[in-house]
């Protein structure tokens, strides 16, 4: 007879194993390995696997054939994150709102609570972190309906569910989900293992009782949610909240959605009497742009829609060794790939120079397109040339440089020179085939067009 075996099985993502993890090597869950005890294996030769016991099997059905509903949505109010989410809230669902301490995500959520009060939705917030006292005060500046919803000072997840399932709300925010624990694991709230715990457990509440949940979550200085990816696979979405909080803007976007797409992003401003969306964001940069060297206008896209943003650079002799790259709005490699092409491809030597890069209003320009961009910046800036004629309308770019020094097109040519065209922006130099009238296939011939028809007289030394 054979005996019984252990297998290591994964909580998250049901990996099995006959070792056990700390970590689950399939979905990096930390503590999730349970013990159990398998089936006796019987043993039919070389190689055979565990034989599971005879029964009906399960019917698979053709897709076409499966009834698909379309969620029903409730929407926040607020139109910036109604399109990031897709639509609004899905009753029974989970949303993790993540960003940095003092992005935002409080006011966020007190003013999606306050609208949805407004329209008469059961609305409840949960804070883990402030008194009600302070959570009135900020209420106080979002607008009258901020003050109708009922708030519940707690970190007792015990308590924060019986309040559910008495209140039964359409929408709850819990803020924020690293200050809940319970008492039935040992550890401190806002541990890998009591964030899991707590979530989970809101989670079945959620789903059993059709409740919108929104938790908010602190990210850690490495920019990771509480614990490598512990609630991520947990919930139906993921939003980021990103920007410094120094400067105006935030923007809103999603990095996981069951429910929609991942590729929205919502701009905010933030003003003294809370958030307010950025509905035409580029006219924003595109005012505030400078002529002078250094500065270029990038014909980016912020998710799926097109936004110009203007990109700063500075280059100074450098007194210190390894000379500084500063950037704000960028990746830091991706910033010194740009310097390397420019140096290797572009004539753009800055090995003793300190170089810093801003891409302004707090936006981040994380995409391929930002290169030529970046590129052109640092070149005006080294050579103390404005881009352009300095007549007429400034100019604008997008491409994304290869390490050969060639000039890559990106998504959404497109819509990017349609947007360049709406604020009159000329010429906005392009990769080749993407349909301006500026086209450029390598860097070189970018910075010809970018930096070249300039009068002698403007030249400065
Ligand atoms: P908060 O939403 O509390 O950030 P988080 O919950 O992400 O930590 O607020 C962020 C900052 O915004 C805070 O420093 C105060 C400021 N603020 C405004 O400028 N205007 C406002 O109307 C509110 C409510 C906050
Ligand atoms: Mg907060």
């Given at each position: 007879?054979?005996?019984?075996?252990?297998?290591?099985?994964?909580?998250?993502?049901?990996?099995?194993?006959?070792?056990?993890?700390?970590?689950?090597?399939?979905?990096?869950?930390?503590?999730?390995?349970?013990?159990?005890?398998?089936?006796?294996?019987?043993?039919?030769?070389?190689?055979?696997?565990?034989?599971?016991?005879?029964?009906?099997?399960?019917?698979?059905?053709?897709?076409?054939?499966?009834?698909?509903?379309?969620?029903?949505?409730?929407?926040?109010?607020?139109?910036?994150?109604?399109r990031v989410l897709g639509g609004g809230l899905v009753p029974g669902s989970l949303v993790l709102l993540g960003g940095s301490p003092g992005i935002g995500k409080s006011t966020l959520t007190a003013m999606a609570l306050?609208?949805?009060?407004?329209?008469?939705?059961?609305?409840?917030?949960?804070?883990?972190?402030?008194?009600?006292?302070?959570?009135?005060?900020?209420?106080?500046?979002?607008?009258?309906?901020?003050?109708?919803?009922?708030?519940?000072?707690?970190?007792?997840?015990?308590?924060?569910?019986?309040?559910?399932?008495?209140?039964?709300?359409?929408?709850?925010?819990?803020?924020?989900?690293?200050?809940?624990?319970?008492?039935?694991?040992?550890?401190?709230?806002?541990?890998?293992?009591?964030?899991?715990?707590?979530?989970?457990?809101?989670?079945?509440?959620?789903?059993?009782?059709?409740?919108?949940?929104?938790?908010?979550?602190?990210?850690?200085?490495?920019?990771?949610?509480?614990?490598?990816?512990?609630?991520?696979?947990?919930?139906?979405?993921?939003?980021?909240?990103?920007?410094?909080?120094?400067?105006?803007?935030?923007?809103?976007?999603?990095?996981?959605?069951?429910?929609?797409?991942?590729?929205?992003?919502?701009?905010?401003?933030?003003?003294?009497?809370?958030?307010?969306e950025v509905l035409d964001a580029s006219a924003r940069f595109v005012e505030a742009a400078t002529r002078a060297p250094g500065s270029v206008v990038l014909a980016g896209m912020e998710g799926s829609r097109p936004l110009?943003?203007?990109?700063?650079?500075?280059?100074?002799?450098?007194?210190?060794?390894?000379?500084?790259?500063?950037?704000?709005?960028?990746?830091?490699?991706?910033?010194?790939?740009?310097?390397?092409?420019?140096?290797?491809?572009?004539?753009?030597?800055?090995?003793?120079?300190?170089?810093?890069?801003?891409?302004?209003?707090?936006?981040?320009?994380?995409?391929?397109?930002?290169?030529?961009?970046?590129?052109?910046?640092?070149?005006?800036?080294?050579?103390?040339?404005?881009?352009?004629?300095?007549?007429?309308?400034?100019?604008?770019?997008?491409?994304?440089?290869?390490?050969?020094?060639?000039?890559?097109?990106?998504?959404?040519?497109?819509?990017?020179?349609?947007?360049?065209?709406?604020?009159?922006?000329?010429?906005?130099?392009?990769?080749?085939?993407?349909?301006?009238?500026?086209?450029?296939?390598?860097?070189?011939?970018?910075?010809?067009?970018?930096?070249?028809?300039?009068?002698?007289?403007?030249?400065?030394?």
């Amino acid at each position: 007879m054979p005996r019984p075996s252990t297998v290591h099985v994964c909580r998250e993502c049901g990996h099995a194993s006959v070792r056990w993890f700390g970590q689950c090597p399939d979905c990096e869950a930390w503590n999730s390995m349970e013990e159990r005890t398998a089936a006796p294996a019987v043993r039919r030769g070389p190689g055979s696997a565990v034989r599971r016991p005879r029964a009906e099997a399960p019917v698979a059905v053709p897709l076409g054939e499966v009834d698909a509903v379309p969620a029903r949505r409730l929407p926040t109010g607020i139109g910036e994150l109604d399109r990031v989410l897709g639509g609004g809230l899905v009753p029974g669902s989970l949303v993790l709102l993540g960003g940095s301490p003092g992005i935002g995500k409080s006011t966020l959520t007190a003013m999606a609570l306050g609208q949805m009060a407004a329209a008469g939705r059961r609305t409840l917030y949960v804070s883990g972190e402030e008194s009600p006292a302070q959570v009135r005060l900020r209420a106080e500046r979002l607008g009258a309906g901020a003050l109708r919803v009922p708030v519940l000072a707690e970190t007792d997840v015990d308590a924060v569910l019986a309040t559910i399932e008495a209140e039964r709300p359409d929408v709850c925010v819990v803020d924020s989900v690293q200050t809940l624990h319970s008492a039935e694991l040992p550890g401190a709230a806002g541990s890998v293992a009591q964030v899991r715990e707590v979530a989970d457990r809101i989670a079945r509440l959620a789903k059993g009782r059709g409740v919108a949940v929104v938790l908010v979550g602190h990210v850690t200085k490495e920019g990771s949610l509480a614990g490598p990816r512990v609630l991520e696979h947990l919930v139906d979405c993921v939003l980021q909240f990103e920007g410094e909080r120094e400067r105006t803007y935030r923007t809103l976007r999603a990095h996981k959605n069951r429910f929609g797409s991942t590729n929205d992003a919502g701009v905010f401003e933030m003003r003294q009497d809370g958030l307010v969306e950025v509905l035409d964001a580029s006219a924003r940069f595109v005012e505030a742009a400078t002529r002078a060297p250094g500065s270029v206008v990038l014909a980016g896209m912020e998710g799926s829609r097109p936004l110009l943003v203007e990109v700063q650079a500075l280059v100074s002799d450098s007194e210190v060794q390894p000379p500084r790259r500063v950037c704000s709005g960028l990746d830091r490699n991706r910033l010194a790939l740009v310097l390397a092409v420019l140096a290797r491809h572009g004539g753009v030597g800055l090995g003793g120079a300190d170089v810093f890069v801003n891409v302004v209003g707090g936006v981040r320009a994380d995409e391929p397109g930002a290169d030529l961009a970046v590129a052109l910046a640092v070149a005006s800036a080294a050579r103390n040339l404005a881009l352009g004629t300095g007549e007429g309308p400034p100019p604008a770019c997008f491409g994304e440089l290869g390490l050969t020094g060639e000039l890559r097109p990106v998504a959404h040519s497109d819509r990017r020179l349609a947007e360049a065209a709406r604020f009159g922006l000329a010429p906005v130099i392009a990769p080749a085939g993407s349909g301006s009238g500026a086209e450029a296939p390598s860097l070189r011939a970018a910075l010809r067009l970018a930096l070249a028809p300039v009068a002698p007289a403007r030249r400065a030394a």
